[in-house]
């Protein structure tokens, strides 16, 4: 029986350990990636927006899947829970994202190419 409860604590260091590495990498790459600034990310851009912006929603919404994933133990739950959560939410917030940047990007073109009153 204390066999058995020395593995739990240990699966479930290793556990953690791994949660911490991978959402560590992903944030380094992140805080590299905003320090150096690649040109070629810069440059380009997709959908009216620079490669890079691109690169760190995309790296954001992983970061929150995954802390749902593993904080909220989702991988023992039933596939109909997990989908309900977790896509829910990735999708929700992609959408957001999506309308955040579009309607940005339209005020942005407004305020470029100036303000035009209509009289009546």
Known sequence: MAHSASHNDNSAIKRIWNVFIILSIVTIVEVVLGIIKPAFLIDNTFI?????????????????????????????????????????????????????????DYIYEVYKSGHVAWNF
């Open 48 to 104: 009216y927006m620079k490669l890079l912006n691109w690169i760190f929603i995309v790296l954001t919404i992983y970061k929150a899947y995954y802390i749902t994933w593993a904080f909220m133990h989702m991988e023992h739950e039933t596939k109909g829970l997990r989908r309900a959560v977790v896509w829910t939410a990735v999708f929700l917030v992609s959408y957001l994202v999506f309308i955040l940047l579009t309607e940005g």
